[in-house]
């Protein structure tokens, strides 16, 4: 037995001889439980509030100690589920367990202390505790059971409790308090006290009552309803009472028959629910036949020796040796249907839908037991839950490895079994992918790729036939990729039985074996021998999976050329249009000017389209196979052969035109080629020695940046996958990284922030710790400029910032100051952490394709954005072929072709006004591709949108507004997909071009935009993945913010008042506890409202508060934070009464009603301050200035309430206010 330590909090074994005085804990799983795995690794941590994961542990652990008792036994952590073997021991030895167990404490999570369990409807008495099935025994079994509420507080024992226990469950108290032996009650008493209760899974219905009829059998986790039967089956085998078949009660034996038809049955029931009835019904000696003998099951039927007896409809029952309890002169029968006309006389079958009933004695008298036959399940053919015919049992522990995935899901039954749909007599066929990792010790390396096994079951009419294939793949594939790919590369995949992933290698075999009398399928894996002498041929999924991509890849370039072919003739077309001569009307020449204006700007274009894709062709180039070592040996000649392992190796890093020529030639006797342009003249890797002396050999390593002049971000990849594969082969692993940037960049550019991720995604984490930040061109700026943005660039930007965080430190390079460069080197030197490989050479050495690793991914994510880009034009411009076509002008009809011609141009200016909107759409659509590049493009269009204007208000101060709105900047730089983000930034930018008038979206599409970015958000609130990510956080301030902006009307502030009715919902303490997201946001919507009502003076979203918002916490955690931030508030309004803060949050937790209470009229004096302004203002509350005004001046100042709702002083001032 494995017990835990209440003082080390760690796992101790004991066996039966010596086993300590221990707690035991019994209670409902949560969605979240501490785990085995969970006590092993240490993670226990966060158990101080209700909610959190490993409370009800702790509170155990705390109790056990005041008891004076040294270990505790929890279910959930202190057996590895993991073994099947240990879980079945556990599962059949659990009864007894609680049953030696010196105390028991029952958690009740659902009950409070607060109020008297004796009171009618209490929460003790309607706890979910008494209406779980494996509680049963842990009610029963233990001599000594402790009631404890949701906070631990004491309820009661069971012995001061039992009127009410017995009340709620229906088991008497001499069986409750041990007087009797729970084992002293018959079968179907036993099973009446289950009949209420439930399991999560099926089959724990009979496991569950094990202990409670002193039974054991195996665990077959995906049985369904079969385990029931198998457990009667094994309390039959020990036991002559006939009360287990006294299932389906009813007293009145007239009522007993049911249906008049007889629906066959079986003779066992199919759950303790049929036994509801039955709590009354003991075993009983009712006539002096003996038929404990005549009791048994043999060839799946009863057999037994029982009279015969009619009711009153004629229909016959068989007399059981039972009764109830009180009543001796009545005995069961259980409803009997004659067999088929050609069984045996004696072969009965239970028919479904009748009842048990009682019947005097007196009715047996005469009657002579009749030896009867009854069919267990006549139905197990057609009610059968687990095909045994299809059942797969998958065996691995000879080759070392555990199944971790199936393909389909709902095959996997559980660890060791797998099943197939029941077609048996039909042609069919269904193929299963079963995923295998190698099992190795605690902290070991897995490495390699793991087994696939595909197994092929094919059915011939009733001849079913299995085959195995097995094969390798990357552990970073997802086996439902496979699976969606599995019919285009089938005929590359199968006909081998065994495979080697480099490190092992196993073999599959497939045979039907006889289990129980019925054939099943055994899946057996095993270990191939390594001095065989065989080779053995491997099938690589992941090889097959690139090759067909890249297929793909191929076939669609080459539909995008050969629609290029079709556009020439189009293209031949238009060029007729331009030779037209004639004499036309003044207007019409001129309309004619226009057109054949437009026509040469079409063919410019579309020979620019035709360029840009002959160009994505060429940079399609990315290889989706893996760089094997073998092909790597001699293929880059240009590595230096005496570099050593013991010699000091450090990359050097930089866009294009940082100064990275420049530096290595300070700190080298080469001649360089420096280039003073901004195009990248490092067009290889170059290997240079280092001339600094006194710490010997040292290599600068010159990289291409990712924006290569001549070279494509493919080509410059593969490169350093192939110098890198050949250096670790080598032993030669970088001991620093040394990365450029020019300071005179105000801010990371867009190419910038390219090399950036990429950069990033090569290094990984541990490769940021061997990082130096250089700024490089300080004399082409001022001294106190530059410091200004070294300071923005080592606090803002996100990768620059985390090189400082994790202990890196930046230099400055001035050009012809060789010591500035020196010092870089001698710090990397003397802070040396010793070599180590990236995190790009780990993915290359895993076996990952090219553009399986991250910076692949980022490479091959741009170029497909960059086709779809180029396509999507050339679309366009074939719609703008063909209108040009159309309306092409013959001689022979000038008298329509003028009106045609103007009407064509001024749908064409329509056109153009509308071009700002659909643009927007587009990026939209594409923010899913890369939402890093829709939210800078969002950004830029908020430039554009916001035009110079006078000067700005001197009631509005734009630092002020600034440091409110400060959390804007970080918009561009998360880098996670999220649909919420996105959404919420288009409707954002929807109401702006609104507001200013450039655009066409109209208030109604705005406000439509806002609800469905609404709804993206509350989608992802509700997954607990997403909950609490920046991203989602990011979302909920500009929709906030956007609220703001698309409520210049009565309709638009009907929306934002709904949002005040939200918040006054959930702060309502009658209102019941609410799920922590909807918390979160509530509190958001909180703090941007007073945010905006106090005039931006607030700055709740700074620093430690924004922190403190963002804590996930519970219901009273959320009271009190939402407290704390009013509190901070010297004074909310000039009506606002501020509240004094509470330092003893004991108390506060005790007062927390009336802190409640507190913050409600808080909140509605707010509203109340929105009524008293709205009756106030002659006219509806304008948050923009209207687009009719022409002069500030004439604005009402005090109808401006938000800090960005004034006109600015120049386009900067209004960027930096509103977005960035």
Same mark, same amino acid.
């Given at each position: 037995?494995?017990?835990?330590?209440?003082?080390?909090?760690?796992?101790?074994?004991?066996?039966?001889?010596?086993?300590?005085?221990?707690?035991?804990?019994?209670?409902?799983?949560?969605?979240?439980?501490?785990?085995?795995?969970?006590?092993?690794?240490?993670?226990?941590?966060?158990?101080?509030?209700?909610?959190?994961?490993?409370?009800?542990?702790?509170?155990?652990?705390?109790?056990?100690?005041?008891?004076?008792?040294?270990?505790?036994?929890?279910?959930?952590?202190?057996?590895?589920?993991?073994?099947?073997?240990?879980?079945?021991?556990?599962?059949?030895?659990?009864?007894?367990?609680?049953?030696?167990?010196?105390?028991?404490?029952?958690?009740?999570?659902?009950?409070?202390?607060?109020?008297?369990?004796?009171?009618?409807?209490?929460?003790?008495?309607?706890?979910?505790?008494?209406?779980?099935?494996?509680?049963?025994?842990?009610?029963?079994?233990?001599?000594?059971?402790?009631?404890?509420?949701?906070?631990?507080?004491?309820?009661?024992?069971?012995?001061?409790?039992?009127?009410?226990?017995?009340?709620?469950?229906?088991?008497?108290?001499?069986?409750?308090?041990?007087?009797?032996?729970?084992?002293?009650?018959?079968?179907?008493?036993?099973?009446?006290?289950?009949?209420?209760?439930?399991?999560?899974?099926?089959?724990?219905?009979?496991?569950?009552?094990?202990?409670?009829?002193?039974?054991?059998?195996?665990?077959?986790?995906?049985?369904?309803?079969?385990?029931?039967?198998?457990?009667?089956?094994?309390?039959?085998?020990?036991?002559?009472?006939?009360?287990?078949?006294?299932?389906?009660?009813?007293?009145?034996?007239?009522?007993?028959?049911?249906?008049?038809?007889?629906?066959?049955?079986?003779?066992?029931?199919?759950?303790?629910?049929?036994?509801?009835?039955?709590?009354?019904?003991?075993?009983?000696?009712?006539?002096?036949?003996?038929?404990?003998?005549?009791?048994?099951?043999?060839?799946?039927?009863?057999?037994?020796?029982?009279?015969?007896?009619?009711?009153?409809?004629?229909?016959?029952?068989?007399?059981?040796?039972?009764?109830?309890?009180?009543?001796?002169?009545?005995?069961?029968?259980?409803?009997?249907?004659?067999?088929?006309?050609?069984?045996?006389?004696?072969?009965?079958?239970?028919?479904?839908?009748?009842?048990?009933?009682?019947?005097?004695?007196?009715?047996?008298?005469?009657?002579?037991?009749?030896?009867?036959?009854?069919?267990?399940?006549?139905?197990?053919?057609?009610?059968?839950?687990?095909?045994?015919?299809?059942?797969?049992?998958?065996?691995?522990?000879?080759?070392?490895?555990?199944?971790?995935?199936?393909?389909?899901?709902?095959?996997?039954?559980?660890?060791?079994?797998?099943?197939?749909?029941?077609?048996?007599?039909?042609?069919?066929?269904?193929?299963?992918?079963?995923?295998?990792?190698?099992?190795?010790?605690?902290?070991?390396?897995?490495?390699?790729?793991?087994?696939?096994?595909?197994?092929?079951?094919?059915?011939?009419?009733?001849?079913?036939?299995?085959?195995?294939?097995?094969?390798?793949?990357?552990?970073?594939?997802?086996?439902?990729?496979?699976?969606?790919?599995?019919?285009?590369?089938?005929?590359?995949?199968?006909?081998?039985?065994?495979?080697?992933?480099?490190?092992?290698?196993?073999?599959?075999?497939?045979?039907?074996?006889?289990?129980?009398?019925?054939?099943?399928?055994?899946?057996?894996?095993?270990?191939?021998?390594?001095?065989?002498? !065989? /080779?053995? +041929?491997? %099938?690589?999924?992941?090889?097959?999976?690139?090759?067909?991509?890249?297929? *793909?890849? #191929? =076939? @669609?370039?080459?539909?995008?050329?050969?629609?290029?072919?079709?556009?020439?003739?189009?293209?031949?077309?238009?060029?007729?249009?331009?030779?037209?001569?004639?004499?036309?009307?003044?207007?019409?020449?001129?309309?004619?000017?226009?057109?054949?204006?437009?026509?040469?700007?079409?063919?410019?274009?579309?020979?620019?389209?035709?360029?840009?894709?002959?160009?994505?062709?060429?940079? !399609? /180039?990315? +290889?989706? %196979?893996?760089?094997?070592?073998?092909?790597?040996?001699?293929?880059?000649? *240009?590595? #230096? =052969? @005496?570099?050593?392992?013991?010699?000091?190796?450090?990359?050097?890093?930089?866009?294009?035109?940082?100064?990275?020529?420049?530096?290595?030639?300070?700190?080298?006797?080469?001649?360089?080629?420096?280039?003073?342009?901004?195009?990248?003249?490092?067009?290889?890797?170059?290997?240079?020695?280092?001339?600094?002396?006194?710490?010997?050999?040292?290599?600068?390593?010159?990289?291409?940046?990712?924006?290569?002049?001549?070279?494509?971000?493919?080509?410059?990849?593969?490169?350093?996958?192939?110098?890198?594969?050949?250096?670790?082969?080598?032993?030669?692993?970088?001991?620093?990284?040394?990365?450029?940037?020019?300071?005179?960049?105000?801010?990371?550019?867009?190419?910038?922030?390219?090399?950036?991720?990429?950069?990033?995604?090569?290094?990984?984490?541990?490769?940021?710790?061997?990082?130096?930040?250089?700024?490089?061109?300080?004399?082409?700026?001022?001294?106190?400029?530059?410091?200004?943005?070294?300071?923005?660039?080592?606090?803002?930007?996100?990768?620059?910032?985390?090189?400082?965080?994790?202990?890196?430190?930046?230099?400055?390079?001035?050009?012809?100051?060789?010591?500035?460069?020196?010092?870089?080197?001698?710090?990397?030197?003397?802070?040396?952490?010793?070599?180590?490989?990236?995190?790009?050479?780990?993915?290359?050495?895993?076996?990952?394709?090219?553009?399986?690793?991250?910076?692949?991914?980022?490479?091959?994510?741009?170029?497909?954005?960059?086709?779809?880009?180029?396509?999507?034009?050339?679309?366009?411009?074939?719609?703008?072929?063909?209108?040009?076509?159309?309306?092409?002008?013959?001689?022979?009809?000038?008298?329509?072709?003028?009106?045609?011609?103007?009407?064509?141009?001024?749908?064409?200016?329509?056109?153009?006004?509308?071009?700002?909107?659909?643009?927007?759409?587009?990026?939209?659509?594409?923010?899913?591709?890369?939402?890093?590049?829709?939210?800078?493009?969002?950004?830029?269009?908020?430039?554009?949108?916001?035009?110079?204007?006078?000067?700005?208000?001197?009631?509005?101060?734009?630092?002020?507004?600034?440091?409110?709105?400060?959390?804007?900047?970080?918009?561009?730089?998360?880098?996670?997909?999220?649909?919420?983000?996105?959404?919420?930034?288009?409707?954002?930018?929807?109401?702006?071009?609104?507001?200013?008038?450039?655009?066409?979206?109209?208030?109604?599409?705005?406000?439509?935009?806002?609800?469905?970015?609404?709804?993206?958000?509350?989608?992802?609130?509700?997954?607990?993945?997403?909950?609490?990510?920046?991203?989602?956080?990011?979302?909920?301030?500009?929709?906030?913010?956007?609220?703001?902006?698309?409520?210049?009307?009565?309709?638009?502030?009907?929306?934002?008042?709904?949002?005040?009715?939200?918040?006054?919902?959930?702060?309502?303490?009658?209102?019941?506890?609410?799920?922590?997201?909807?918390?979160?946001?509530?509190?958001?919507?909180?703090?941007?409202?007073?945010?905006?009502?106090?005039?931006?003076?607030?700055?709740?979203?700074?620093?430690?508060?924004?922190?403190?918002?963002?804590?996930?916490?519970?219901?009273?955690?959320?009271?009190?934070?939402?407290?704390?931030?009013?509190?901070?508030?010297?004074?909310?309004?000039?009506?606002?009464?501020?509240?004094?803060?509470?330092?003893?949050?004991?108390?506060?937790?005790?007062?927390?009603?009336?802190?409640?209470?507190?913050?409600?009229?808080?909140?509605?004096?707010?509203?109340?301050?929105?009524?008293?302004?709205?009756?106030?203002?002659?006219?509806?509350?304008?948050?923009?200035?209207?687009?009719?005004?022409?002069?500030?001046?004439?604005?009402?100042?005090?109808?401006?309430?938000?800090?960005?709702?004034?006109?600015?002083?120049?386009?900067?001032?209004?960027?930096?206010?509103?977005?960035?």
């Amino acid at each position: 037995m494995r017990l835990l330590n209440v003082k080390t909090r760690k796992f101790e074994d004991f066996y039966s001889n010596n086993i300590p005085p221990y707690a035991i804990l019994s209670h409902r799983w949560g969605s979240k439980e501490v785990t085995f795995e969970d006590i092993k690794s240490g993670r226990l941590s966060g158990w101080r509030t209700p909610r959190s994961w490993a409370f009800k542990l702790e509170g155990c652990r705390l109790q056990a100690k005041k008891d004076n008792l040294s270990y505790i036994w929890i279910d959930t952590c202190c057996i590895d589920k993991t073994n099947s073997v240990e879980l079945g021991e556990a599962i059949n030895s659990m009864f007894t367990w609680y049953k030696n167990a010196a105390r028991c404490y029952a958690y009740l999570s659902d009950v409070s202390s607060c109020e008297d369990p004796q009171m009618p409807g209490s929460m003790f008495r309607t706890s979910k505790w008494f209406t779980r099935g494996w509680t049963l025994q842990e009610l029963l079994a233990p001599k000594e059971l402790h009631f404890y509420d949701s906070k631990w507080e004491p309820i009661g024992t069971k012995h001061e409790l039992s009127p009410i226990v017995e009340e709620v469950t229906g088991i008497h108290r001499v069986f409750l308090l041990g007087s009797r032996d729970s084992h002293e009650a018959g079968v179907a008493q036993r099973m009446s006290w289950a009949a209420n209760r439930v399991t999560t899974r099926t089959e724990d219905v009979a496991y569950c009552l094990l202990g409670l009829f002193g039974v054991t059998m195996p665990m077959i986790y995906g049985e369904k309803e079969q385990a029931f039967i198998r457990l009667q089956l094994e309390i039959m085998k020990n036991s002559d009472d006939h009360s287990i078949l006294a299932w389906g009660f009813t007293s009145d034996p007239d009522t007993a028959g049911g249906n008049p038809l007889a629906i066959p049955g079986g003779a066992l029931a199919t759950s303790p629910a049929d036994f509801a009835n039955s709590s009354g019904v003991f075993p009983c000696t009712g006539y002096e036949q003996q038929t404990a003998d005549l009791f048994e099951f043999l060839g799946g039927s009863l057999r037994m020796q029982v009279p015969l007896v009619t009711n009153s409809a004629g229909q016959v029952f068989g007399l059981l040796n039972c009764g109830l309890e009180g009543d001796k002169e009545k005995l069961v029968g259980i409803p009997l249907e004659a067999g088929l006309a050609n069984e045996s006389t004696d072969n009965y079958l239970r028919p479904a839908g009748r009842q048990s009933s009682l019947f005097p004695k007196s009715q047996t008298q005469g009657l002579k037991p009749k030896l009867i036959r009854i069919k267990r399940n006549h139905q197990a053919s057609k009610l059968k839950s687990v095909t045994q015919r299809n059942c797969f049992y998958i065996d691995g522990s000879a080759a070392m490895v555990k199944l971790t995935d199936v393909v389909p899901k709902h095959r996997w039954i559980d660890r060791g079994m797998i099943t197939t749909s029941d077609d048996s007599g039909t042609e069919t066929r269904e193929e299963t992918l079963l995923r295998f990792e190698r099992v190795l010790p605690l902290g070991a390396d897995r490495g390699g790729d793991d087994f696939v096994v595909v197994l092929v079951f094919e059915c011939r009419g009733f001849r079913p036939h299995v085959t195995g294939h097995s094969m390798i793949l990357s552990r970073h594939v997802p086996l439902a990729e496979l699976a969606k790919d599995l019919e285009a590369i089938r005929i590359h995949l199968y006909g081998q039985q065994s495979c080697s992933n480099g490190q092992a290698g196993m073999r599959v075999s497939v045979k039907q074996e006889i289990v129980a009398g019925e054939g099943v399928f055994v899946v057996k894996l095993t270990k191939l021998a390594e001095s065989s002498g !065989v /080779e053995t +041929k491997t %099938v690589n999924a992941t090889e097959q999976l690139a090759m067909l991509r890249e297929r *793909r890849e #191929n =076939e @669609k370039l080459q539909r995008v050329l050969e629609s290029q072919v079709r556009d020439n003739t189009r293209r031949q077309e238009l060029g007729y249009i331009l030779q037209d001569t004639g004499t036309l009307p003044r207007e019409v020449t001129h309309g004619k000017q226009i057109i054949q204006s437009a026509a040469q700007d079409t063919v410019l274009r579309l020979k620019n389209a035709e360029e840009r894709v002959h160009k994505a062709k060429k940079k !399609v /180039e990315l +290889k989706r %196979v893996p760089v094997a070592k073998s092909k790597v040996k001699g293929e880059v000649e *240009r590595v #230096n =052969e @005496k570099i050593s392992p013991d010699d000091i190796v450090i990359a050097v890093i930089g866009v294009a035109g940082s100064g990275k020529t420049t530096f290595i030639q300070e700190l080298t006797d080469e001649k360089l080629t420096i280039n003073n342009t901004l195009h990248s003249d490092t067009g290889e890797i170059g290997v240079h020695k280092c001339n600094l002396q006194g710490y010997g050999n040292i290599w600068l390593i010159d990289t291409p940046g990712f924006d290569n002049t001549y070279r494509t971000d493919a080509e410059i990849l593969r490169e350093l996958a192939i110098f890198l594969t050949r250096a670790s082969e080598e032993k030669i692993f970088l001991t620093g990284v040394i990365y450029l940037h020019r300071i005179q960049d105000p801010r990371t550019g867009h190419t910038t922030m390219r090399n950036i991720r990429m950069f990033k995604k090569l290094c990984g984490k541990e490769g940021l710790l061997r990082t130096t930040l250089v700024t490089t061109f300080w004399k082409s700026v001022d001294e106190d400029e530059g410091a200004k943005r070294e300071t923005e660039l080592l606090t803002r930007d996100d990768l620059l910032r985390v090189i400082i965080q994790v202990g890196g430190k930046a230099f400055r390079y001035k050009q012809d100051e060789k010591d500035s460069a020196k010092a870089v080197v001698e710090y990397i030197i003397k802070t040396n952490l010793g070599p180590e490989m990236l995190y790009f050479q780990k993915e290359i050495e895993a076996g990952k394709s090219l553009s399986e690793t991250d910076a692949g991914s980022e490479i091959d994510g741009r170029i497909e954005r960059l086709k779809r880009s180029y396509e999507l034009e050339i679309s366009e411009l074939r719609k703008e072929l063909e209108i040009v076509r159309r309306r092409r002008w013959t001689p022979s009809n000038p008298s329509s072709t003028a009106t045609s011609v103007l009407s064509e141009i001024k749908a064409q200016q329509q056109l153009k006004d509308a071009r700002t909107e659909a643009d927007l759409h587009y990026l939209f659509s594409e923010s899913s591709h890369n939402s890093h590049d829709f939210r800078h493009y969002a950004v830029e269009l908020l430039k554009a949108t916001y035009l110079p204007k006078k000067p700005i208000s001197s009631s509005c101060n734009a630092e002020t507004s600034e440091g409110s709105f400060s959390w804007v900047y970080r918009l561009t730089d998360l880098m996670e997909p999220s649909k919420s983000l996105d959404t919420a930034l288009f409707a954002f930018c929807l109401a702006q071009l609104h507001i200013t008038g450039t655009g066409n979206a109209s208030l109604y599409q705005c406000l439509d935009q806002y609800n469905t970015a609404l709804q993206h958000l509350y989608s992802d609130l509700d997954d607990p993945e997403r909950q609490f990510r920046e991203e989602t956080l990011a979302a909920i301030l500009v929709l906030s913010t956007c609220e703001l902006f698309v409520c210049p009307t009565e309709n638009g502030w009907s929306v934002h008042a709904r949002g005040i009715a939200e918040i006054l919902r959930l702060r309502d303490p009658r209102m019941a506890s609410t799920p922590a997201w909807r918390h979160l946001f509530s509190r958001l919507r909180v703090v941007c409202t007073l945010e905006a009502l106090t005039k931006g003076q607030a700055h709740f979203l700074e620093n430690d508060i924004w922190r403190q918002i963002v804590t996930e916490s519970s219901f009273n955690d959320a009271l009190d934070e939402v407290y704390q931030m009013i509190a901070d508030i010297p004074t909310l309004l000039e009506r606002a009464v501020a509240l004094s803060p509470i330092d003893d949050r004991n108390v506060l937790l005790k007062e927390s009603a009336a802190v409640a209470q507190s913050i409600l009229a808080m909140v509605k004096s707010v509203e109340s301050w929105h009524d008293e302004f709205w009756k106030a203002s002659p006219t509806p509350r304008s948050w923009s200035v209207p687009s009719c005004t022409s002069n500030l001046a004439d604005v009402d100042p005090s109808n401006k309430i938000f800090p960005f709702c004034f006109e600015f002083e120049s386009l900067s001032v209004a960027v930096t206010v509103v977005m960035c």
